[in-house]
């Protein structure tokens, strides 16, 4: 896609299949080391004792990833102005290493911003699933983008 999406283009309905990423034991645990270091995103041996009974992604991570798919498929295609956050963020099962997270997005809501006309604000739902389909999480989040320019 070499034309920008505007905010008229990013109506509700509007779906994108934002892509998949394969996320391993090594990156996983990695990651948990810095930013979420409990047993069970650190631990393969101390996993398997824990509630969860496997090693598992940080929800963080799958967030982060989440984000990187967005960025990359929505994001860098859009004349976006900026994020204004994430709501109803939800974990629904863990995330196992060595395994592709799926994402795909869905417009719920577009309307114009009353102070700025040249832009409006979008509100999507994005879900991710594993490799059987499974939806892992999910979220709803709004940005803002340009609307497209009019001649004058």
Same mark, same amino acid.
């Given at each position: 896609?070499?034309?920008?999406?505007?905010?008229e283009?990013?109506?509700?309905?509007?779906?994108?299949?934002?892509?998949?990423?394969?996320?391993?034991?090594?990156?996983?645990?990695?990651? $948990?080391?810095?930013?979420?270091?409990?047993?069970?995103?650190?631990?393969?041996?101390?996993?398997?004792?824990?509630?969860?009974?496997?090693?598992? $992604?940080?929800?963080?991570?799958?967030t982060?990833?989440?984000?990187k798919?967005?960025?990359?498929?929505?994001?860098?295609?859009?004349?976006?102005?900026?994020?204004?956050?994430?709501?109803?963020?939800?974990?629904?099962?863990?995330?196992?290493?060595?395994?592709s997270?799926?994402a795909?997005?869905?417009?719920?809501?577009?309307? !114009?911003?009353?102070?700025a006309?040249? !832009?409006?604000?979008?509100?999507?739902?994005?879900?991710?699933?594993?490799?059987r389909?499974?939806?892992?999480?999910?979220?709803? $989040?709004?940005?803002?983008?340009m609307?497209?320019?009019?001649?004058?």
């Open positions: 896609m070499t034309t920008l999406l505007y905010w283009d990013l109506q509700p309905g509007f779906s994108l299949d934002l892509g998949s990423y394969y996320l391993s034991q090594d990156e996983l645990i990695s990651f $948990a080391q810095q930013y979420d270091p409990q047993v069970f995103h650190v631990d393969p041996e101390q996993a398997k004792q824990s509630p969860l009974g496997c090693l598992c $992604a940080s929800g963080l991570q799958t982060a990833i989440t984000q798919l967005t960025v990359a498929e929505l994001f860098s295609k859009t004349k976006l102005v900026a994020g204004l956050g994430v709501d109803k963020l939800r974990y629904y099962k863990p995330v196992l290493p060595n395994e997270l799926s795909s997005m869905t417009v719920k809501k577009a309307y !114009r911003t009353p102070k006309k040249d !832009r409006g604000i979008v509100v999507y739902d994005v879900v991710v699933t594993n490799p389909e499974e939806k892992v999480s999910s979220m709803q $989040a709004t940005i803002m983008v609307c497209a320019p009019t001649d004058t």
